[in-house]
């Protein structure tokens, strides 16, 4: 059984989540796994459950407490031990057990001169926060225990940056020190790091600008001088003292590494980045938890970007959940991460871009120029996938049971974690520790053992086979012939109107590693023939037909919802409405608000939804994915929203629930295709 306490709390036993229910219930095994194999006293616990309003009952209480979690934990684990309490089992089963072992492992290493293995130690520890330590409970304990851990978190984020420093990692330190000195502008140490890496990275007045911001604010918020270390630092900076330098590994053969950039997308921030300023855009999305600006360190993928940022304007963002963008709950869905795409465009001034994605970057990317068709001007996708689980239809996918994330465990986050992803993903480099060593550390820094674990599932829901038709963008297929992917990758390419399929040589996955130059010719020569202006004829839309009692009146509220999802008025009466929306999820969100509106004011509903091609201008009762949302309205009760397997299909990692309908699939005269049938779950 696993017990996780950095973030929200979780108890997992294996791969099943254990619920804990009650709020004091949960605080109290927090309290006694804090103390893991000792004895907590029942006053004890009553004083950090409750402070100074303890109820009459609070013993009583702590004891039904231990009697409920008894109920779900192994017989024997919470034992009764005069004056209190205890929770006995290895403590490496608590999470924050495991941090502080990889913490105190990456201090000796860092002390016996080596710093790779410092680094890795110090990254493993920190991927193992969720969020706030303790962040959930209110209790007297939790709020003096989660200050001392969010101190210790920072003091391993400290040690990584210093064992990165001693190897000369100064460039991509000095964009991450930024950010954390905005959120931590108090944090000394944070404050030399960043004016040593600046230093080291030829910025000498941006170091001296730093050391006087920190001077002011700490004069201005507490009345203090710096201390005598921090002074001493910048008169050695000012003199350029030689010993302040260290010996670099050789840079990668590309200019400065630029800086990291942010655009705010929904509630979310999200990093990107921008290198050269060729004649066409390129936005490159990586796939499952890659980050862009770790990549840097790694000549091989140095020279990839720099490549690419020759033939266009490359422009790279981390999805949200992953990398330097925010962190979210749970993870998100394709259209929620196209709108992330689109706010980094606009941001950067991109009108029109060729769109390359990467292995789970095809399947977004692929719905993005189905969807917005004016905005792409092309697409390329390396080892990607349509569907990644295998089906009855679809006996190329994996079996959920021969996945790694089917049982999932956080301890092999890291090192162990990175040796399967460089050998099933980069075969050629199979054995080679350096190799798992930086891709441990590249992984650590792209999620928590969570997220990816999240992501990773999230990704086997995703199945974009019935968009695949829709995409009229120029499209460039490429695969190894080796690689683990390439049946997928073959397959998606052969069913794209027009896409040219290219089989390249090598084992590789990664289009960085083995033979680039092989990809980099294929890409630079599909961006040459492109066209520069867009043919925007036909796109990508769901279609939400929502029937309701009504008024002319409620007309206004209607269009007021519709305009609040991001939604395109077709048609609207006083009891229907035809809408289109550029996301399937938006679409369900909107439907199901509109349908709330109706049953407030005492009036039946029921709607139907679907995703599918249209030709723009044409007449509506002639468009397809008009007809088949009808036809789902139809087959709706009251109260009932009704979605095609296809809209079921786009909206994984939306949190939204389906419900199969019924067995008979829904079919039109006069169109061959059948939809499955789901209603959305209230």
């Known amino acids: 059984m696993e017990f996780k306490l950095l973030g929200p709390l979780e108890v997992r036993d294996g791969a099943a989540p254990i619920a804990v229910a009650g709020r004091k219930q949960r605080a109290l095994l927090a309290r006694l796994l804090l103390d ?7 006053e004890r616990l009553v004083d950090d459950l409750w402070g100074e309003d303890v109820p009459e009952s609070a013993q009583k209480m702590v004891q039904i407490y231990v009697s409920q979690l008894r109920k779900i934990l192994p017989d024997g684990m919470l034992r009764t031990q005069p004056p209190g309490y205890a929770i006995e089992l290895d403590p490496a089963a608590i999470d924050f057990v495991r941090f502080e072992q990889l913490r105190l492992e990456g201090e000796a290493a860092h002390a016996a001169g080596n710093a790779a293995l410092a680094a890795e130690r110090f990254g493993s520890a920190l991927a193992l926060w969720r969020g706030d330590a303790l962040g959930e409970f209110q209790e007297p304990f939790a709020r003096a225990e989660a200050a001392r851990l969010e101190q210790l978190y920072l003091a391993c984020i400290e040690a990584r940056i210093d064992a990165d420093l001693d190897r000369g990692r100064h460039t991509e330190l000095a964009a991450e020190l930024e950010l954390l000195v905005d959120r931590h502008p108090l944090r000394e140490g944070l404050r030399a790091q960043q004016m040593l890496a600046l230093y080291r990275a030829g910025r000498q007045s941006e170091a001296l600008a730093a050391y006087h911001a920190f001077r002011a604010r700490l004069a201005a918020e507490l009345g203090l001088e710096p201390s005598a270390r921090l002074r001493q630092l910048e008169r050695r900076i000012l003199r350029q003292d030689p010993d302040l330098e260290v010996d670099p590994p050789p840079p990668p053969a590309s200019a400065a590494v630029p800086g990291v950039q942010y655009v705010s997308s929904g509630d979310l921030s999200i990093a990107y980045q921008v290198v050269g300023d060729g004649p066409i855009d390129l ?4 796939g499952w938890v890659c980050s862009f600006h770790p990549g840097w360190e790694r000549p091989q993928i140095a020279s990839f970007y720099t490549r690419l940022a020759g033939i266009g304007r490359l422009i790279q963002f981390d999805k949200r959940g992953t990398g330097l963008s925010d962190r979210v709950s749970g993870i998100a869905a394709l259209e929620e991460r196209m709108d992330d795409v689109r706010a980094v465009m606009d941001a950067v001034g991109s009108r029109r871009a060729v769109l390359l994605g990467i292995s789970e970057g095809g399947p977004m990317v692929t719905l993005f120029a189905a969807t917005y068709p004016e905005r792409t001007a092309g697409i390329v996708l390396m080892g990607a996938y349509a569907r990644r689980l295998w089906a009855p239809d679809y006996p190329i996918g994996t079996r959920p049971e021969d996945t790694w994330w089917h049982a999932a465990d956080p301890e092999a986050w890291g090192l162990p974690m990175a040796r399967r992803f460089v050998d099933e993903r980069a075969p050629s480099l199979a ?11 590249y992984l650590v820094r792209g999620a928590s053992p969570g997220a990816a674990v999240h992501l990773a599932r999230m990704n086997a829901e995703i199945d974009v086979r019935h968009v695949l038709p829709s995409i009229h963008v120029p499209t460039l297929v490429l695969y190894r012939e080796g690689e683990y992917l390439r049946e997928p990758a073959r397959y998606m390419g052969e069913r794209i109107p027009g896409a040219r ?25 599909f961006v040459e023939l492109l066209d520069t202006e867009p043919e925007r004829e036909r796109v990508l839309a769901t279609v939400l037909v929502i029937e309701a009692d009504g008024t002319e009146e409620a007309c206004d509220a209607v269009r007021v919802d519709v305009a609040r999802f991001r939604g395109n008025e077709l048609a609207l009466t006083h009891d229907t409405l035809i809408a289109t929306f550029d996301g399937p999820a938006r679409a369900i969100r909107c439907a199901s608000t509109l349908m709330d509106r109706a049953r407030l004011h005492g009036r039946r509903a029921r709607a139907g939804l679907h995703t599918g091609e249209y030709e723009l201008g044409g007449d509506i009762r002639d468009l397809i994915p008009v007809s088949v949302a009808t036809g789902l309205k139809e087959r709706a009760e009251s109260g009932e929203i009704l979605v095609s397997s296809t809209v079921r299909d786009l909206v994984a990692g939306s949190g939204l629930v389906f419900s199969e309908h019924d067995e008979e699939p829904l079919r039109l005269a006069g169109l061959p295709q059948a939809w499955h049938v789901y209603a959305v779950a209230a």
């Not at 936005?283 to 990586?286: G, K, P, S």
């Not at 054995?431 to 550390?441: I, L, M, N």
């Open 283 to 286: 936005v490159l999305v990586h």
């Open 501 to 525: 399929i290219v089989a390249l040589t090598g084992v590789d996955h990664l289009p960085w590693e083995g033979a680039q130059e092989e990809v980099l010719r294929e890409i630079e020569r």
């Open 431 to 441: 054995g080679d520790d350096d190799a798992y060593r930086w891709y441990a550390s």
């Open 36 to 42: 893991v194999n000792r004895t907590v006293a029942t």
